[in-house]
């Protein structure tokens, strides 16, 4: 999969993107390409500007400055039927008056004479939904409904697919069996898929690669075990999971910082700002290696547990087995496992 | 957006004509024509007309919705849909029927030799429109009642307050807004009623306003009466905005509501059934009885030849204002909805401004304009046709404005994703989604025209003759049995714009 994505060309192409409205910058200069067969994920806080950039690559909202192209065309001052792009929004945007298949084929009237000679049928299966052509869409579950949008996007014969919020609208229990078979349809269609949400957990196990927006500019784009582990700031590595900052002094591969020493993934010398994942950092009985810590609150999540600990002043946050015997008020050693990001430096 | 300011600008136009006619009295003679007795006396009744109708109606329509949401009162629904078919009787057929049931040869009199007094002045004009008006508070009031959150009067208990003092000091300052709202809306009716007053012999400004210009000829003279009724009604609608603005009774919870606990009324049952009968009786019951009396009264001496003509006279304007009213409100909520700047609201707001102008100023200033700019229109089918649609457009702007914003513009950004230009995309998704409210909008508008009284008597073309203008001019003659048919063709159209409203309210998530 990262293969692909290294390798195939990229075809849509957002080049300095920026939008204004009134006084507010929605889009600040934003440049990200996706690549055939490709599955990004625009992530960001509420407001950062992502679901502008996915109205502007739809057609729906103009530019103030920057370009977009697909393949060799420039699309961005075409009209939204012009652009032979797709959009699954939020709420499914189904048509209430129309059936599952009427609604399918709909989207089939412009067509190209392939898809009109084939109907409806084999899109309806795709998303496996035969059996339901006469619905209406008041009358499916969410997720049927959202296999609807999807095959009706699909019908339209678009060269890249939108996906503004997928999951939103479903419900928690049933979010992970959803995002894995919508994953394998998009991943069958060879289609680009561009989406956007403001779940982490959404964006790392369903994306191929990650755009990180914050305040209308990208910070980094990525693949996501690059963007976990090594983040390019410390907004990057707070969004995408909870994480310790640290203070420390770097001579070289290692770090001296309030937990001892901590190996760094790349040199650096003199005073660092680093980043380390809970889990990179080990909890044992008071006097083993590391620093001496007192457990502050202990949060239990199930398979595991979040261990909040006092090392002088600072409070970190460490991931340990649940099953581990740990007490508010004890006394324990803390000292790093993994090597820590450096962000600043 | 053209059509839309153009619908917006003709709701304004007529008005200013209104202004330039009364303006057009010499400075010297206004004080002479209009500072005389007569003018105080038929304001001081119109204010007075409007308190009496507000009493009535609260005293009809408050204890009835709380009977129906805070009690243990049997046939609820029931009680519920009674409450709001007086809506299909206009006020004239009301007053009719009011003036139908005394009198020497009326029902009481032919069957228990009961001879009231014919209803007349202030008490008769406060109840014939009391008795059809009291509805809009009652609906009102319960959609208040029930959209109360009952945690609120739970909290108050629990805070101490005694089931009396919750009620008072939490329930009732949550109606406010909701009863300030029905309020403007029967002080607006009543501003704007013509025919009940009229029947019922009392002098206010509107009926001040038609016998100076239909009778007196005293043109300036009633459009300056005309624009005395305009700045009364501005100030109620200023004075509702003002009292309810600033007010904070949002619920700010966001768990389910619970359903409001109901009062046993134990032996209190009987007397508040007895009191939402006696509220049936007289606002349907009276209706029905004394129109069936006076049918079966004369039948032979109704001249029935002519009725198939006047029904066909009612649809003649009621048809094409139905048409034009929504033509108009289509594009008014559609740049409302999708465009809302200060521009699109205001024009909006300009249809309800139609709405809200009572009828006869509105009429008259219809007159004036249609005799500056285009004199070859006056006294013509369509300029009659263009007034009532123009006065009724809110009507039918209202349900097209919400399936609208229910629709939302994802569905057509859909759609042009898929190929579809812009006007296609409309006319494909959003317009079959709209039919329905569409078709409901026009239904309102048709009933509405065909009620309508007071704007077709100034505008209609002369010889030109509708049902409710039939009602009318027979009570007025005192030809009871001849407006019988009338009357009850009346109520039958306009129990189909009641059951429309009921069918909403039912099918309300």
Known sequence: MTDITNTAAPFLRIDGVSKRFGDVAALRDVSLDLREGEIHALIGPSGCGKSTLLRIVAGFEGADEGAVHLGERRIDTLKPEARGIGIVFQDYALFPHLTVAQNVAFALKYADDARRAAGTAPLLRMVRLDGLESRYPDELSGGQQQRVALARTFAAGPRAILLDEPFSNLDASLRETTRREIRDILKASGLGILFVTHDREEALSFADRISVLRDGGVEQTGLPKDLYFRPANAFVAGFLGSTNFLDGIADGASAETPIGRVSLDRPASGPVQLSLRPEAIGIAPEGSDGVPAIVASLVFKGHDASAFVRVGEATFEVLMPASLDVQPGQCVSVAARASAVVLKG | ?509
Request: proline fraction near 6%; glycine fraction near 6%; charge should be positive.
């Open chain 2, 1 to 509: 957006m053209l059509p839309a300011i153009v619908a917006g600008g003709m709701m304004l136009i007529p008005l200013v004509y209104l202004v330039v006619r009364a303006s057009a009295t010499e400075r010297t003679e206004l004080a002479a024509i209009v500072l005389r007795p007569f003018t105080l006396e038929v304001t001081l009744n119109t204010l007075a007309l409007v308190g009496s109708v507000l009493a009535l109606t609260t005293a009809i329509a408050l204890p009835l919705a709380l009977l129906v949401t805070r009690t243990d009162i049997p046939a609820k629904r029931a009680i519920t849909i009674l409450a709001t078919l007086p809506l299909a009787i206009p006020g004239y057929v009301m007053a009719y029927a009011l003036i139908g049931l005394s009198g020497y040869y009326g029902p009481l009199n032919a069957f228990f030799g009961l001879r009231l007094p014919r209803p007349e002045g202030l008490f008769g004009a406060a109840l014939a429109l009391s008795l059809y008006t009291f509805p809009y508070v009652f609906l009102n009031m319960r959609a208040a009642l029930l959209g109360l959150d009952p945690a609120l009067e739970e909290s108050a208990r629990s805070l101490g307050r005694s089931s009396r003092a919750a009620f008072l000091s939490v329930t009732l300052p949550h109606l406010r807004p909701a009863l300030l709202s029905a309020w403007l809306v029967v002080a607006l009716y009543t501003l704007g009623d013509y025919g009940a007053i009229a029947l019922m012999r009392y002098d206010v400004l509107s009926s001040a306003i038609f016998s100076q210009y239909a009778n007196a000829f005293e043109v300036n003279y009633a459009a300056w009466l005309a624009l005395m009724l305009l700045a009364i009604a501005a100030a109620f609608l200023v004075l509702e905005g003002a009292l309810n603005r600033g007010r904070r009774l949002a619920r700010t919870g966001t768990g389910t509501r619970r359903s409001i606990p109901v009062v046993a009324l134990g032996r209190w049952r009987w007397p508040a059934l007895g009191f939402a009968a006696l509220v049936h009786l007289a606002s349907l019951g009276v209706p029905a009885l004394v129109i069936a009396f006076w049918l079966s009264r004369a039948p032979a001496d109704v001249d029935w030849a002519k009725v198939p003509a006047t029904v066909l006279g009612t649809l003649s304007v009621a048809l094409p204002a139905a048409a034009l009213a929504v033509a108009i409100a289509v594009p008014v909520a559609l740049v409302a909805t999708r465009w809302p700047s200060r521009l699109t609201y205001g024009i909006e707001r300009m249809t309800y401004f139609g709405y809200a102008v009572p009828a006869l100023p509105f009429a008259l200033a219809t007159v004036f304009f249609t005799l500056a700019v285009v004199p070859a229109l006056y006294q013509t089918l369509a300029i009659l046709v263009i007034a009532l649609a123009l006065h009724s457009a809110a009507l039918a702007v209202g349900p097209v404005r919400v399936r609208l914003l229910q629709i939302g513009p994802r569905v057509e950004e859909s759609a042009r994703s898929f190929g579809y230009s812009a006007p296609a995309a409309f006319r494909s998704v959003t317009l079959p989604a709209l039919s329905r409210s569409v078709l409901a909008g026009a239904i309102f508008v048709f009933i509405m025209v065909a009620k309508e009284l007071p704007i077709t008597l100034l505008l209609a073309p002369s010889g030109f003759t509708t049902m409710a203008m039939n009602v009318f001019s027979r009570t007025h003659e005192g030809m009871l049995y001849e407006a019988a048919p009338y009357a009850a063709l009346m109520i039958a159209f306009s129990a189909i714009s009641v059951a429309l409203m009921l069918r909403s309210e039912r099918d309300r998530p």
